[in-house]
């Protein structure tokens, strides 16, 4: 048995939707599936142990047995990056304890999937990259490319990096606008070069939306009211800045989206309650008037109190929404479905027994 190693090129590309995905599927179709993620690069601590954020929910959801200090042997921190610079000794155990890690997780599987960290270099000067881990474990890669018209150089170069490892590439959030340029030109490029293609998503509102209580907590707000509906999911952000009678059109244009406004814009705010909205985002630190509270609390919409300036909320919104993790369980099964849509599971499975 061969590894299956997900990596990417850049952080957001989706390689932990595809892990995920292909992982239940695996396990509907009876196998025992390992997890692990070798080189983890989002601390948190579970019962003592030092372990990544990403990786503890995935093996949550595979509902593993394995130890979880196995799940994620390395956890690069600050401190980690500051050792290493200081002593050239220091991560010389780390692709050791990898290995160690990898043989007990291995053990009694059909399979294990490795999921890489935010990027192929990550680690390099610790001796634990993507392509030690592959020499190391002997693991065959499965490449995430967020898609990009110029990408093709991207996929090259790490073919030629990862050498005989690289097994083939996903390329994932596809705009339906670039679909003819993929199939027409970039596909039959990249296959006439003997790249294996295990498939193409095409871009997902619900894969890129993020929910009502991620949101706040990543703008470092509060949620005040309709707290019991945090776990909706939000596909996009408007802006409120104008009269109410324009807002209310205005409004109208998108469903399932974060309306940004002002604090004390109570006639911004009661138009945004009127049309499809799943949470209020007010600026500023203003606390709204009791009608407009007492409305979206009625009609069941969270309203959150950030600190920032419209403009900064704007900015954040717009570096959250696509770029956020996948840890509510609507994703998850929307997820699966995706997978067993458009990747060939059946050709990522074959390649790890190469």
Request: net charge negative; proline share 3%.
């Amino acid at each position: 048995m061969v590894p299956l190693y997900f990596i990417s090129n850049q952080p957001f590309s989706g390689k932990s939707s595809m892990c995920v995905g292909t992982g239940k599927i695996f396990i509907e179709k009876g196998l025992k599936v390992g997890y692990m993620k070798p080189v983890g690069t989002l601390p948190t601590k579970v019962g003592g142990i030092t372990t990544d954020e990403d990786a503890q929910y995935i093996y949550n959801t595979f509902e593993a047995e394995d130890r979880l200090e196995d799940i994620c042997p390395v956890v690069i921190t600050q401190q980690y990056n500051r050792e290493g610079l200081k002593d050239d000794n220091f991560a010389k155990g780390f692709i050791g304890q990898i290995e160690k890690s990898y043989s007990n997780i291995q053990e009694g599987k059909d399979v294990v999937i490795l999921e890489g960290a935010k990027s192929i270099q990550d680690g390099y000067f610790l001796g634990i990259s993507a392509l030690k881990i592959c020499e190391r474990l002997k693991a065959k890669t499965v490449m995430v490319f967020r898609y990009d018209a110029e990408m093709v150089d991207e996929i090259m170069h790490s073919k030629d990096v990862l050498g005989k490892y690289f097994g083939g590439i996903i390329i994932n959030w596809v705009p339906r606008s670039q679909m003819e340029y993929l199939e027409e030109l970039i596909i039959p490029y990249l296959k006439k070069k003997g790249i294996d293609i295990f498939g193409y998503v095409i871009s997902d509102k619900i894969l890129s939306s993020v929910s009502v209580r991620e949101m706040a907590d990543l703008l470092g707000g509060q949620i005040i009211c309709a707290e019991d509906k945090a776990e909706e999911l939000v596909e996009t952000f408007m802006v409120g800045a104008m009269g109410q009678e324009q807002a209310l059109k205005f409004f109208r244009r998108k469903a399932n989206k974060a309306v940004i406004t002002g604090g004390d814009r109570a006639d911004v705010q009661l138009a945004a309650l009127e049309t499809q909205t799943r949470c209020l985002i007010l600026t500023g630190n203003f606390q709204p008037s009791s009608v407009v509270l007492g409305r979206a609390e009625e009609l069941g919409v969270p309203m959150v109190l950030v600190n920032y300036d419209t403009l900064t909320a704007v900015e954040k919104a717009g570096e959250i929404i696509g770029h956020v993790r996948f840890h509510e369980v609507k994703k998850i099964d929307k997820i699966v479905e995706v997978v067993r849509e458009y990747i060939d599971t059946e050709k990522i499975l074959e390649l790890s027994k190469k």
